[in-house]
């Protein structure tokens, strides 16, 4: 019965009397800073996406569709043939796409069991292991990509070991591969799949659970049918919190993958290097992915509201 | 009579299109003890935190000693309040606690140190000046939260439901030693609470209300005694609520017909003709042998409450009626499934408006 | 049916497995970081041979230079984001309801909804629009931007947990609106601003692909230095330095865990 009700019209402070509302001024710099230099630059970058690619970088402001076309429509070497789907770029999309839905599939599978086991351990130990599994995510990445490269090399302590114990005569390729980028992600990644599910099934009630098997389930027929549904906004968000950033890694594919295993954010960062760059189609790469991303963020927000519902 | 300590005049009071006060006005007295009573959510809260200053009026006017304050913010009102769940500063000591509003007053160290030592000695809590509020009891914070609402010397002293979060005896205890704290002082006190039986034993005047408007003021007798409605009838103790219908009324007074078929002569207000109810307290009803007294029913069943036992019957009509018997140990009780009279002592049925 | 509900089998092992993975690089990377030898593949015994190379070495100018860099930049960006966010979290959990709360919660989360590679690309257009040379303050500019979130969450939460009554019995008892927050909220908010902080300086001393777009010719940051180097093969000296901000790292997390702690143990009911 206390405190806030909605206020009528626009923003203003808590409502004693009296008092100027001082909710505007304090709102404004973070409006200012974010939208000075966040939002415009964004919509800075879809102006660019159909603008004419400058001779050494940059731009010159004439309008052009040529970024778009480029990625999208195959004219032939010399660009007088009839327009085809362009595969080229697509394919990164697509490989980029493949790579992220399977980070994060790898990460929900082992994910899950972590955060389930953490939340329930008693008191004590589980601040204890929330501690552990939070402390990665505080390790600079760039850091964390490059041990797991140090680690996979050929000469590097797995090959050595792998060898020592007799498992394989020489090195296995492991860096490079499609294997390494998964594993880069995965290892980048895990502490935003754990957090929020171990989250969720904190607040979970466990009676739930109890009154499943009583009723005769199965704890796998339990967990399917009661504590998936019940935890589900935390896995949500956590396979957001996992999808989002592997679709636009560029650490991981970087430092650990190869030619074959070029990601969309290899692909946006080499348009800005140097004198070779095509800025309005960098643009257009990232307006594309950009694009990609709140199409999954719409898709969140519209679940949340459903789950809201219910 | 006193002047008025704190006038209210159609106080009005919405958050967004939720009406949370429709229209109060009140006038409580200088040095009473003066209750809100009511449900959660009729409002009492809202009126109280008005008074403070915590929110807004939407329209209305709230004075002072005759002062208008409806403008001014919490800290220009000369009024201080115990908080529901005390809102004792964690951070800080229960001296510091006590002394931070005549800090805020400007009064110095020294002077300020006295008159919270005096304040922490009057609550009987000399000894723990230098802990922190976490290490004390809810019984220890709710005295230290008393002691730091009066240590700035209000002349009216709102309390915010300050006994609920303690248990059972602890809340008898202190019911006690708020009346006499209010007594001595002379401090107008508010007191907000949902628990009948507290606002009647403290208070000089008790305000019912619901809905966000008042349903009745009055002294607590005359709000037990004389509920002026359906809703005082029925939240103020337990009643028997029964439909009769109304005569003709004449002179204030109308004949009423219970269902059974016997007639009283109860005092009724011009046009109340037609179905009413009257309440029937259940410790002014007397068991009687069947066929004797004003109404009759059948006994359901007997339940042990302690102190007293409670008698369920149903009436001819359907109707159900709670009769209270004094636990004398006496074995004479009727079985259930007996017919019985029931005999209304003097002025023991009401009449109501709905 | 051992251990009840809660329990379900091989689940132990996938948590033990999910730190395994967590840490076996960055231990495997901490214990050759004191290898004797210049090779990094074959173990010489131990020695710190490589810390006094980062920073006595010849690299160490450069080192220093960029973890100077690195240093201040996240301080100020932390500071000022800080700042930013608890006015911002101040407003938006003590006003009640207001038109536009939503879509400033929106606006407060969009650095950490929009891929980091699309905000770089984004801010380079922009301070090449503007015509401002990349450097320091393009850094920190973008710096401050995205640690806006990383403040605000914390600070927003502790905030919601701060019942409005603290705040209402210091204007009742005379506190001006000032005062209230000076003398009431803003140490009862003070774990949530420390965590906001320290969560903010990391997320700053952490970030390459930003960093890398927006810096401009001749400025480094570590991450930026350490990048460039280990491009041509991973040196010994770049895993002395990495095992040092990992200790860094996990300094901060523990400052910022126990702030949380001993916050907790004040908000506690009274």
Known sequence: MAAAGPAPGAARGPAVPGDRPLTLPLLLPAWAVIGVFLVVPVGLMVVYSFLTQGFRGGVIWEFSLAAYDRFFLDRGLFGDEPPRLEWTYIAVFWRSLWQAGLATLTCLIVGFPTAWFIATRPARSRTAWAFLITVPYWVNLLIRTVSLRFLIRDQGPVN??????????????????DFAVQLGLFYSYLPFMVLPIYAAVERYDFALSEAAADLGASRWVALREVVIPSVRPGIVAGCLLVFIPSLGAFLAPDLLGGAKTYMIGSLIEDQFKGSLGNWPFGAAVSVILLSMVLVALLFYARNQAREGRA | MAEAAVVVRDAVKLYGGVVALDGVSLSIRDNEFFTLLGPSGCGKTTLLRLIAGFERLTSGAIALHGQDIADLPPDRRPVNTVFQHYALFPHMTVLDNVAFGLKMRGVGLAERRRRAGEMLEMVHLSGFAGRFPAQLSGGQQQRVALARALAPGPRVLLLDEPLSALDLKLRQAMRVELKTLQEETGITFIFVTHDQEEALTMSDRIAVMSAGRLQQVGAPREIYEEPVNRFVADFIGETNLVPVEVG?????????????????????????????HVSIRPERLRLAPSG??????????????GTDLQLVARMAGGGELHVRIQN?????????GAEVGLVLGEGAARLLAD | MSGGVRHYPGFAAIAALCLAILYLPLGVVAVYSFNASTSITAWGGFSWRWYIDVFQGPEAPRFRAAAWNSVTIAFLAASVATAIAVAAAVAMVRSGRFRGKSATFALISLPLMVPEIVTAVATLIFFSTIGLTPGYLTILIAHITFCIPFAYLPVAARLSGIDPAFEAAARDLYASRGQAFRLILLPLLAPGIVSGWLLAFIISLDDFIITNFVKGAGMETLPTAIFGSVKQGIKPNIMAISTMLLAVSILFVTLSWLAGRTGRRAAAPS
């Open chain 1, 160 to 177: 050595q070991a792998l060898i020592a114990l007799g498992l394989t005569d020489a090195p296995i390729q492991m860096l490079n591969t």
């Open chain 2, 292 to 305: 004797a007294g004003q109404l009759s029913a059948r006994v359901e069943r007997i339940i042990y409450k």
């Open chain 2, 328 to 336: 004398t140990a006496r074995a004479d009780l009727p079985p259930p």
């Open chain 2, 248 to 276: 003709a009324v004449a002179g204030g007074l109308a004949p009423v017909a219970l269902p059974g078929g016997a007639v009283l002569q109860l005092a009724a207000a011009p046009g109340s003709e037609g179905r009413h």
